[in-house]
């Protein structure tokens, strides 16, 4: 999450702690597609919509 955001490593924490959260809003369908690969091969759920 915050090689994704760009967050610090508490703000990524917070992010993290509240899910289910957005972590990146308004992106391309292929960058929303590697964005999903990255969270699930770190053992995350996701959903894009």
Known sequence: ????TGLGLMDA???????PV???EKVSPAEGEEI????E???AEVEVK
Not at 1 to 4: E, G, K, L, N, T
Not at 13 to 19: E, H, I, R, S
Not at 36 to 39: H, P, R, S
């Open 22 to 24: 957005a972590i990146k």
């Open 41 to 43: 091969a770190a053992g």
């Open 1 to 4: 999450v915050q090689a994704i």
């Open 13 to 19: 924490k917070k992010l993290v702690d509240k899910a």
């Open 36 to 39: 999903k690969k990255q969270l």
